[in-house]
């Protein structure tokens, strides 16, 4: 089994910055990527961005240039550095991992950006 837990959500005011961390424990294998989700009210979970087994990294267009995932290996832990910050940025964001192909998700971080 492998635990995620998030932590770095907040309120925050438009333009201003977080920065989400994922830490991972357990009986981690290979770990053959890294995603940020976030769900929004009333609005579908949608992925926000990956990095793989690689280091390839992608993101959903609307935080392209704002948002920037990150890994420290040592600390098994992942980033989400999130700048600009938009009121349609806020949501509740999941970290998830797949590990030797098995699906992982964390409990999930409120985030919340005022106007």
């Known amino acids: 089994q492998v635990q995620l837990v998030e932590s770095g959500g907040g309120l925050v005011q438009a333009g201003g910055s977080l920065r989400l961390s994922c830490a991972a424990s357990g009986s981690i294998g290979t770990i053959n990527g890294m995603y940020w989700y976030r769900q929004a009210p009333g609005k579908q979970r949608e992925l926000v961005a990956l990095m793989l087994s690689g280091g390839s990294t992608n993101y959903a267009d609307s935080v392209k240039g704002r948002f920037t995932v990150s890994t420290d290996n040592a600390k098994k832990t992942v980033y989400l550095q999130m700048n600009s910050l938009k009121p349609e940025d806020t949501a509740v964001y999941y970290c998830?991992?797949?590990?030797?192909?098995?699906?992982?998700w964390g409990q999930g971080t409120q985030v919340t950006v005022s106007s």
């Open positions: 998830t991992a797949v590990v030797d192909l098995h699906w992982y």
